[in-house]
């Protein structure tokens, strides 16, 4: 069997490497999102109960942070960025 180079294996561990970073970034996005979520959804019930205005404070807090994340230029899955 054929030896490989090694300048492919270290070419491999480091998109390796960056590929494990970006899923990791992208787990703790959504685990912080949802709690986020969570604790808005539960914080409104309390305070507001069901209406129409919290509803309404859901959305616009959830697209700013959706806003702030894209804003920010960090990268969360690479595959939703297109090479190039």
Do not use: H
């Not at 069997?1 to 070419?11: N, Q, S, T």
């Not at 703790?28 to 979520?37: C, D, L, M, N």
């Not at 019930?45 to 920010?72: E, H, K, P, Q, W």
């Amino acid at each position: 069997m054929a030896e490989v180079p090694k300048d492919v294996l270290r070419e491999f561990e480091q998109k390796l490497e960056a590929d494990l970073q970006s899923v990791a970034v992208t787990v703790t996005a959504v685990t912080g999102v949802i709690i986020y979520w969570r604790g808005v959804w539960s914080l409104l019930d309390n305070v507001m109960g069901d209406s129409l205005f919290g509803d309404i404070c859901c959305i616009i807090v959830g697209l700013t942070i959706v806003l702030a994340i894209r804003l920010s230029g960090v990268k969360v899955a690479s595959s939703f960025w297109p090479n190039g």
